[in-house]
């Protein structure tokens, strides 16, 4: 009785290790380094301007693809959907490389 208790314990815990070693994983896996700082600024819309390329615009630097980029740009702006009209004001954040001062 004793033995098959140490066995199911022991086998128990090799599952938990190697599903927590893969969840660890995984979630690294999906962070990208970035060392790109962080800044927001006002932007006025222009004629012919939308989400799609100010993302391409403003992503730069940032582990973000242009639909994760449009989607924190809507978010921030609390925007429910894609339409930008001329002349309206977007927050949007951009990405720079901290400068190395001597």
Not at 37 to 66: F, H
Not at 80 to 92: C, F, K, N, P, S
């Amino acid at each position: 009785m004793m033995r098959k208790l140490f066995l199911t314990l022991i086998a128990v815990l090799i599952f938990a290790t190697g599903f927590l070693s893969h969840s660890v994983l995984v979630s690294m896996a999906g962070e990208e380094e970035s060392s790109a700082i962080r800044y927001y600024k006002s932007i006025c819309i222009e004629n012919g301007d939308n989400l799609w390329t100010i993302a391409d615009q403003y992503r730069q630097g940032s582990p973000m693809s242009v639909e994760e980029y449009v989607k924190e740009l809507k978010q921030m702006n609390n925007l429910r959907e894609d339409t930008i009209h001329a002349g309206q004001y977007l927050t949007v954040v951009y990405f720079q490389e901290p400068s190395l001062s001597l």
